[in-house]
């Protein structure tokens, strides 16, 4: 998988000879993600997210969703949310470094207490081809668990988002994202509508 990521990481910083649309930072999207993890708990749910640039060079960003989950009692509910902020700037014609922070809280249904989650990630976001958009990025989440009346202390740990929009027209388009933790592996895929 890291090679994978190399890979990625090394097209999207290349100077492609197809002309490209400007990425856009200004964009709600909305969709189903699957998580399996590690230690047998898979999730899944419906998310939605929402993206807006402020000025030339930061974003703000949040969203919120459901997720069913495999618990060691059986399956439960849960919602959740974040927010954050990030920066981005050009280092070529298509490509974009960029850095964000979020925060994240989420808790189950009928179980007291949440889990909340600082997150930082830095990547590029490159406009491959004049339809196709994609982005690599890798980060670390430190969280704190307190469930029901265990308090499971801070955790950390590292991971990579790979991911690509293929758009069918200047505003709509079709997002598909993989993340990869220490823990697991998830997917994302929904519709995405850029302004």
Known sequence: MKRVFLAFAAL???????????LSYNYLQAGYGYSHGDNGRNAHGWHGTASAALGDHFQVFGGGGTTDRDIPAGSTSGEGWNLGAGFHTGISDRTD???????LRSHLDGVSGSVKTWAGEVGVRSAMAPKFEGWVMAGYARGHNEIGDVDRGTHGRAFGRLGGQYKFTKNWGLVAEGRVTSEGQGIFLGPRVSF
Do not use: K
């Open 97 to 103: 470094f960029v850095g964000d922070v979020d925060y």
């Open 12 to 22: 999207a910083a290349l100077p492609l000879a197809a002309q490209a649309g400007d």
